[in-house]
């Protein structure tokens, strides 16, 4: 596809679950991003992958969160043992060019995640 | 520290008037890159302009313009003549120093009414 793809669009599951959410971003782009975004609110940094440096992870708010980038293109955020906070919609974005950050970041559709 | 700050969290008006929505940023560097992205009902941001520290240029875009001024620390959007398309949130973000990420605005909500 054109654009960086998010899957699921929507996720509902109990609290105390785990959950992993996929981004697929655009082809070449060597920088991909995790935010989250809750209801009303700004866009909360998660984690930051550039090319083969060891990511930037800063932006987690505890253990249970985690995030792999595998190839150097698609990534997954795992949530271990939800909790109802977790609720949010959580948006993967990437870019070209080093250092990634400095460029326009591509943004996907997010994931709803709704914890129970 | 390094701070964004948008403080109208709301803003309506009637489609073809003109609408500024303010973004004040905060940062000891002195090489820094501002951002705005539009975040439309659909949810995907969309990427509007990026500008350095060191270009307080204007710049215009169509309807859109953008006004950096170092003096005060801001980096304000205006809307020429708005539209209902224009509905959406904005979105100011700052990159500064050797930070590997953006800091963002909290967003301000525009609703451009017919």
């Known amino acids: 596809g054109a654009g960086v793809s998010q899957s699921p669009s929507n996720k509902v599951t109990e609290k105390g679950k785990d959950v992993e959410l996929r981004c697929d971003p655009i082809?070449?782009?060597?920088?991909l991003y995790w935010y989250r975004q809750s209801l009303g609110q700004g866009l909360e940094f998660l984690i930051y992958?550039?090319?083969?440096?060891?990511?930037?992870k800063s932006g987690l708010p505890s253990d249970r969160f985690s995030a792999e980038r595998t190839g150097g293109s698609v990534s997954t955020l795992t949530i271990q043992r939800t909790q109802q906070e977790d609720s949010a919609v959580y948006l993967c974005?990437?870019?070209?060019?080093?250092?990634?950050?400095?460029?326009?970041?591509?943004f996907g559709d997010g994931t709803r995640l709704s914890i129970l | 520290a390094q701070k964004v700050t948008q403080a109208q969290t709301e803003i309506s008006v009637v489609e073809k008037e003109d609408v500024t929505l303010d973004c004040v940023y905060e940062?000891?560097?002195?090489?820094?890159?501002l951002f705005w992205y539009k975040q439309p009902p659909s949810g995907e941001l969309v990427f509007l302009i990026r500008?350095?520290?060191?270009d307080e240029q204007n710049e215009i875009s169509g309807r859109y313009s953008w006004n950096f001024q170092k003096s005060t620390s801001s980096f304000n959007f205006t809307i020429t003549a708005s539209q209902v398309v224009d509905s959406a949130v904005y979105f100011c973000?700052?990159?500064?120093?050797?930070?590997?990420?953006?800091?963002w605005g909290l967003g301000t909500s525009l609703a451009v009414n017919p």
């Open positions: 082809s070449g782009h060597t920088a």
């Open positions: 500008r350095n520290s060191f």
């Open positions: 973000a700052l990159n500064a120093g050797n930070n590997r990420k953006l800091i």
């Open positions: 992958f550039q090319g083969n440096s060891a990511p930037d």
């Open positions: 940062t000891r560097d002195t090489t820094y890159y």
């Open positions: 974005a990437s870019s070209l060019g080093t250092p990634g950050i400095l460029w326009p970041q591509h």
